[in-house]
């Protein structure tokens, strides 16, 4: 067990519903991240969090998405209006602010969303 | 926008065979780390690389970083059914705190 808990593991809903999901990482780890993965494909980021600052966000990531780690510690991420492309495994990772550059993630189990 | 490019996508080998997967990317990296993934499951951290032209080795496992650190590969010597999985590789591009993963190598063994 890594430590890195997400909530719920699964969903299902249906197209044009909102859905959000919960991560809460290894307890001091400040850095957060957020990836998207598709069946046969690496996972890809969407976004990055540093404490409670948003600190990178990806091009791909539209504004249906948005996420938050408003006390540094957890963080929620949000789709709005889902559509059947949003279907896939979501998946949140923290890590270590090291000053030694080596930051090996840790990821969480996903949630898988299914839109319908 | 930066790309990593994974090969192969798939590989079958026989137990105790050999097996090596190669990432490149579109432009040069700060790190490059490995994961494995497991059928069902999440990433798991294998190694990170670092300096130009380096060499890891995990017991059975042997990573290295491209001189120009553009490219990595693993090599994993006589498989075991436990090296079942995907073995990712990602890139951390110059100056960025995310990671970009290439498409993966799913490697099946037969026993």
């Known amino acids: 067990d890594t430590g890195v808990s997400q909530d719920p593991r699964h969903k299902i809903t249906k197209r044009g519903q909102n859905v959000t999901f919960r991560c809460d990482p290894i307890s001091e780890h400040n850095r957060l991240y957020w990836y998207r993965q598709t069946l046969g494909q690496g996972p890809e980021f969407l976004t990055y969090?540093?404490?409670?600052?948003?600190?990178?966000k990806s091009r791909l990531l539209s504004d249906r998405f948005s996420a938050e780690r408003p006390k540094g510690s957890f963080s929620t991420l949000e789709i709005q209006r889902t559509e059947q492309g949003d279907s896939a495994m979501y998946l949140c990772a923290s890590s270590l602010d090291a000053t030694s550059g080596y930051n090996e993630q840790f990821f969480g189990p996903g949630t898988r969303l299914t839109v319908l | 926008g930066q790309q990593v490019m994974q090969i192969p996508q798939y590989q079958h080998v026989q137990e105790g065979e050999d097996f090596t997967t190669y990432c490149n990317s579109s432009t040069t990296l700060s790190n490059i780390q490995w994961y494995k993934q497991r059928p069902g499951g999440h990433p798991v951290f294998l190694i990170q690389l670092v300096k130009s032209g380096e060499v890891k080795k995990q017991k059975r496992l042997t990573f290295q970083f491209g001189e120009a650190k553009k490219n990595s590969s693993l090599h994993i010597t006589a498989t075991q059914t436990t090296d079942v999985g995907t073995y990712f590789c990602?890139?951390?591009?110059?100056?960025?705190?995310?990671?970009?993963f290439g498409q993966g190598t799913r490697l099946t063994i037969n026993p």
């Open positions: 969090f540093q404490n409670e600052a948003q600190l990178e």
């Open positions: 990602a890139g951390r591009p110059r100056g960025a705190q995310k990671l970009v």
